[in-house]
């Protein structure tokens, strides 16, 4: 485990929103636009599951996104991903994509199967200013692509982004330094990750039950991590058998103006964003990369 001295206390509980989005796909929204600045770099989490198909099988058919990055993480189904680009991947169990829309790009998610479970996230990051514009990138990283780390107690953590228990993860930046672990924690024990002061954090539950220095984090509930002065990181002790993901990431401290799948610092580039795909212009570029 990471060696920290003191922990972060949880600052609220947050039990995310019932939501359909793409075609119909059922979600539980739980990074919501209220939560945007107090969780500046993070704009948006999405946590999708489901065994009824019909909850999902239509999917994410082609939508534009312009000045943040998304990650998908997909813990079990398969999903394939199409963009402007001329780029198609497939997205399985335990695998992860991070696109970087930049400037923008045009794709589709769509499930290839048509029943059993599919569950996973999906983060919304921003983009600082000066890269908003910059040239859309994509990367699919299958589940053994993503490293992974396990401590003395027995915790499995897998490293998408930042760093965690001296292993680095799958991608690094360099602006928001994200973290972004998933954790695997036997019934009884702790796990501590190293947080850096001023970044803002969080985690979320998806199996069984955990606790921040006495308070309960259920299933399907997110936890704000304060900003404690001299906190250098969390402990998280597992009820039963546990599972969480835990992000944290520097904040830009910049403005946030959101339209849908559009997210700039002004509603000027907001209105130029939403008159660039009208005009057929968003994604344009990205035919070339």
Do not use: C
Not at 95 to 109: K, Y
Not at 131 to 141: A, C, G, L
Not at 186 to 212: D, M
């Amino acid at each position: 485990m990471d060696n920290i001295a003191q922990t972060r206390t949880v600052e609220r509980i947050i039990r995310g929103q019932a939501v359909m989005d793409g075609a119909g796909v059922k979600i539980n929204r739980v990074l919501t636009q209220p939560l945007q600045r107090r969780l500046d770099p993070f704009l948006m989490l999405d946590n999708f599951g489901s065994e009824q198909a019909n909850d999902y099988i239509a999917g994410f058919p082609d939508h534009p996104h312009r000045g943040f990055e998304t990650v998908t993480y997909m813990l079990t189904g398969r999903m394939r991903h199409r963009d402007s680009a001329g780029n198609e991947g497939l997205l399985a169990s335990g695998g992860v994509q991070w696109m970087t829309a930049g400037r923008g790009v045009i794709h589709s998610e769509m499930p290839e199967q048509a029943e059993g479970l599919m569950e996973g996230f999906q983060l919304w990051l921003n983009l600082p200013a000066k890269d908003k514009m910059q040239q859309p990138w994509y990367k699919d990283f299958e589940a053994g692509e993503i490293p992974v780390a396990k401590t003395e107690n027995g915790a499995t953590v897998r490293i998408i982004a930042g760093e965690s228990q001296g292993v680095k993860g799958a991608v690094q930046r360099e602006v928001t330094e994200p973290l972004y672990i998933d954790v695997e924690l036997p019934a009884g024990e702790a796990f501590s990750q190293a947080i850096r002061a001023g970044h803002n954090a969080f985690i979320y539950t998806y199996r069984g039950e955990v606790s921040v220095d006495g308070k309960a984090v259920p299933a399907q509930s997110m936890a704000i991590l304060a900003n404690n002065a001299g906190a250098d990181g969390v402990t998280i002790k597992a009820g039963p058998d546990s599972r969480f993901i835990l992000l944290s990431g520097k904040p830009l401290n910049e403005p946030i103006v959101q339209y849908g799948p559009f997210v700039m610092n002004s509603q000027a580039e907001i209105f130029q964003a939403v008159e660039d795909f009208r005009a057929g212009r968003l994604g344009e570029e990205a035919h070339a990369v």
